[in-house]
């Protein structure tokens, strides 16, 4: 501060702080909304790395214009069904393989287990669409069981009612 107490003396002497005065009363600048730059500067897939990277998967999820990223970011925020959508690619393993997560967080098993398959036909070493492959196909079998079981058990719980319907008939 006393380094300028002699430029403002030099002002006030000249009448020019009396003009400079006012400019101290303004109201200070609004702060630019990053939005505004970030569309001048960065694409819009670009711009939803950077929300991805920030945890906002939802929003990365809209701003990306690759499927792929669009895809991962919507798996990444639980929204499976969308994910779905969005790995549409059926020339890459990898996008058949996140396609195949999708369905199966999804519930939709047997789609899952076809992508997995076709993931397998361009890229039969990719141990991690195998494991998951055996993993949804053990689970497929241990589905079809139950419901095997559970007709079994409604099959005889008809018979045993009509053995009791016909001895009361008796």
Not at 17 to 46: E, G, R, Y
């Amino acid at each position: 501060i006393l380094l300028l107490l002699p430029v403002v003396l030099s002002l006030f002497r000249k009448g020019w702080i009396v003009c400079l005065l006012p400019l101290m009363f303004a109201p200070l600048p609004q702060t630019a909304h990053a939005d505004v730059w970030d569309d001048l500067w960065l694409t819009p897939d670009q711009q939803g790395q950077r929300a991805l990277q920030e945890g906002n998967n939802e929003a990365a999820a809209n701003l990306f214009e690759d499927n792929n990223w669009a895809g991962t970011a919507a798996y990444q925020s639980g929204d499976y069904e969308r994910a779905t959508q969005n790995f549409t690619d059926k020339d890459s393993a990898d996008t058949l393989y996140n396609r195949g997560n999708a369905l199966a967080k999804a519930g939709q098993i047997d789609e899952a287990i076809e992508a997995y398959r076709e993931s397998l036909k361009i890229k039969p070493e990719q141990q991690d669409a195998i494991e998951n492959l055996a993993l949804l196909e053990k689970l497929q079998q241990e589905q079809q069981q139950e419901q095997s079981d559970h007709q079994d058990n409604q099959d005889q719980q008809k018979d045993e009612q009509n053995q009791d319907q016909q001895q009361q008939d008796s």
